[in-house]
């Protein structure tokens, strides 16, 4: 994930600026002052600092390295890649072997897919948004205006994250057969990573601040750039729609369901009766209650959504509904429908490597081996291909109120603007880069995370 160094990051630079740096261009760069002009960019990783290697699968590896890249007028240009603590590798500019570059860069890939997927997608946008399809048809009643806009943007969720369970993190899923961390590792990253994110970070503009990936420090992201047109577009949608059921911060406190809701995405599962939960009937044999599932499980002990409080005005509902059709429309969508593009091409993000850093290997002994390709090409191919839903549509969104389709109208208007608006800042980057970004198309956006 690229970020924006901070200055408080002088000591790391410290250790790296014992050399100098050299650009495409033959200029050479001190990275403390770069960092002063806010020209460094990093790329790092530091949840899999965690991953011990009991916890790697044998012979499969993934670190936690570090890319640093300067942002020169042509855009981001890599500068040294720290691929274990200790071990800093350079491009051939800079004096680095060729070969030690090239096995640097798929640390780094191997790195970004393995958070890519396991964080990025199916921590962040599948299992997040989980609790929400839960907590919505359990505290609202079905005819509540807060389940009616958010409701449709749920379809096939809970089927989905149900299949994953299976297909990516079941004993014979993928997860297993082509990433380095082992099952229980993976369970056990996606679990720290879930509750270290409070609900606030999973915002647009938040996650742009924090990563300090703003338009004045960055001119070109297409990610952030598409996604903020959707986001604002959303933001009118849920605006205009909760403004007509909600006349104030008062009508928004005094909803006893909106509380219920609210509490219930708070509360951790291990507060709530056990009753709640599947129960299986004393006289049920054991390996029958073991065989369904119905074994007593230990609930987790931080909230359901952590850092989500009271509601208290009408502002922070809009924000909250904004944020969740956001993360089930064009944020799954970005994260999703990019995995064929980048992954199915195995060598460029291989899901894991097979030999350590500390190990020379030839590519063919570091990269999958033809099965592992078959297997990675496979599932991205599948994840990717299949589009149900688009964003917005009336087939989906079915409002009973004039009002709320007249408003539902105005939000399909602007999704056209922005699908041609998008279109023609494609047509720019195919000119300047030669690769455009259809991922954010809101022809591209399926109205729920449902693949
Ligand atoms: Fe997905």
């Given at each position: 994930?690229?970020r924006?160094v901070?200055?408080?990051?002088?000591?790391?630079?410290?250790?790296w600026?014992?050399?100098?740096?050299?650009?495409?261009?033959?200029r050479?760069?001190?990275?403390?002052?770069s960092?002063?002009?806010?020209?460094?960019?990093?790329a790092?990783?530091?949840?899999l600092?965690?991953?011990?290697?009991?916890?790697?699968?044998l012979?499969?590896y993934?670190?936690?390295?570090v890319a640093?890249?300067?942002?020169?007028?042509?855009g981001?240009e890599?500068v040294l890649?720290?691929?274990?603590?200790?071990?800093?590798?350079?491009?051939?500019?800079s004096?680095?072997?060729a070969?030690?570059?090239?096995r640097a860069?798929?640390?780094?890939q191997?790195?970004?897919?393995?958070?890519?997927?396991?964080?990025?997608?199916?921590?962040?946008?599948?299992?997040?948004?989980?609790?929400?399809a839960?907590a919505?048809?359990?505290?609202?009643?079905?005819?509540?205006?807060?389940?009616?806009l958010?409701?449709?943007?749920?379809?096939?969720?809970?089927?989905?994250n149900?299949r994953?369970?299976t297909?990516l993190?079941?004993?014979?899923?993928?997860?297993?057969?082509?990433?380095a961390?082992?099952?229980?590792?993976?369970l056990?990253?996606?679990n720290?990573?879930?509750?270290?994110r409070?609900?606030?970070?999973y915002?647009?503009?938040?996650?742009?601040?924090?990563?300090?990936?703003e338009?004045?420090?960055?001119?070109?992201f297409?990610?952030?750039?598409?996604a903020l047109?959707?986001?604002?577009?959303i933001?009118?949608?849920?605006?205009?729609?909760?403004?007509?059921?909600?006349?104030?911060?008062?009508a928004?406190?005094?909803?006893?369901?909106?509380?219920?809701w609210?509490?219930?995405?708070?509360?951790?599962l291990d507060?709530?009766?056990?009753?709640e939960?599947?129960q299986?009937?004393?006289?049920?044999p054991?390996?029958?209650?073991l065989?369904?599932?119905?074994?007593?499980?230990?609930?987790?002990?931080y909230?359901?959504?952590?850092?989500?409080?009271?509601i208290?005005?009408?502002?922070?509902?809009?924000?909250?509904?904004?944020?969740i059709?956001?993360?089930c429309?064009?944020?799954?969508?970005?994260v999703?429908?990019?995995?064929?593009?980048?992954?199915?091409?195995?060598?460029?993000?291989?899901?894991?490597?097979y030999?350590?850093p500390d190990?020379?290997?030839?590519?063919?002994?570091?990269l999958?081996?033809t099965?592992?390709?078959?297997?990675q090409?496979?599932?991205?191919?599948?994840l990717?291909?299949?589009?149900?839903?688009?964003?917005?549509?009336?087939e989906?969104i079915?409002f009973?109120?004039?009002?709320?389709r007249?408003?539902?109208?105005?939000?399909?208007?602007?999704?056209?603007?922005?699908e041609?608006?998008?279109?023609?800042?494609n047509?720019?980057?195919?000119?300047?880069t030669?690769?455009?970004?259809?991922?954010?198309?809101?022809?591209h956006?399926p109205?729920?995370?449902?693949?």
């Amino acid at each position: 994930m690229i970020r924006r160094v901070q200055s408080a990051e002088q000591p790391i630079l410290q250790t790296w600026a014992t050399q100098p740096y050299q650009l495409a261009d033959g200029r050479t760069i001190n990275l403390i002052q770069s960092a002063v002009e806010n020209r460094l960019f990093v790329a790092d990783y530091p949840l899999l600092q965690d991953l011990k290697v009991t916890d790697l699968q044998l012979g499969r590896y993934v670190g936690s390295p570090v890319a640093l890249f300067y942002r020169s007028e042509q855009g981001l240009e890599p500068v040294l890649i720290q691929v274990e603590k200790g071990k800093v590798v350079t491009p051939a500019i800079s004096g680095g072997n060729a070969d030690d570059w090239t096995r640097a860069k798929l640390y780094v890939q191997t790195a970004d897919v393995t958070y890519h997927e396991l964080l990025t997608h199916l921590c962040y946008t599948h299992l997040a948004m989980e609790a929400f399809a839960i907590a919505t048809p359990r505290q609202l009643p079905r005819n509540h205006p807060l389940y009616r806009l958010l409701y449709p943007h749920f379809q096939f969720l809970l089927a989905i994250n149900t299949r994953g369970n299976t297909v990516l993190l079941g004993e014979e899923g993928a997860i297993g057969k082509l990433m380095a961390p082992t099952r229980e590792a993976s369970l056990g990253l996606i679990n720290r990573a879930y509750r270290q994110r409070s609900f606030a970070e999973y915002s647009l503009l938040n996650d742009i601040k924090r990563r300090g990936i703003e338009p004045e420090f960055i001119s070109e992201f297409p990610y952030r750039d598409d996604a903020l047109l959707l986001w604002e577009a959303i933001a009118n949608y849920t605006t205009r729609y909760l403004q007509r059921y909600y006349p104030s911060d008062q009508a928004v406190q005094q909803d006893p369901y909106l509380r219920a809701w609210a509490a219930e995405l708070g509360a951790p599962l291990d507060s709530r009766p056990k009753s709640e939960f599947p129960q299986a009937p004393d006289w049920l044999p054991k390996e029958w209650v073991l065989a369904a599932g119905l074994e007593p499980q230990e609930l987790p002990s931080y909230p359901r959504m952590p850092g989500f409080g009271e509601i208290t005005s009408l502002q922070q509902l809009i924000d909250i509904a904004t944020l969740i059709i956001f993360t089930c429309g064009p944020q799954h969508a970005a994260v999703n429908f990019s995995q064929f593009d980048y992954v199915t091409y195995v060598p460029n993000a291989p899901l894991a490597l097979y030999s350590r850093p500390d190990a020379p290997a030839t590519l063919e002994e570091l990269l999958p081996s033809t099965k592992q390709d078959l297997g990675q090409m496979q599932l991205t191919f599948s994840l990717s291909g299949i589009y149900w839903g688009q964003l917005g549509s009336s087939e989906l969104i079915q409002f009973v109120e004039q009002g709320d389709r007249q408003i539902l109208k105005q939000f399909q208007n602007e999704l056209v603007e922005i699908e041609s608006k998008i279109k023609a800042r494609n047509r720019l980057r195919v000119v300047d880069t030669g690769i455009e970004y259809p991922y954010l198309l809101p022809s591209h956006i399926p109205n729920s995370i449902n693949i």
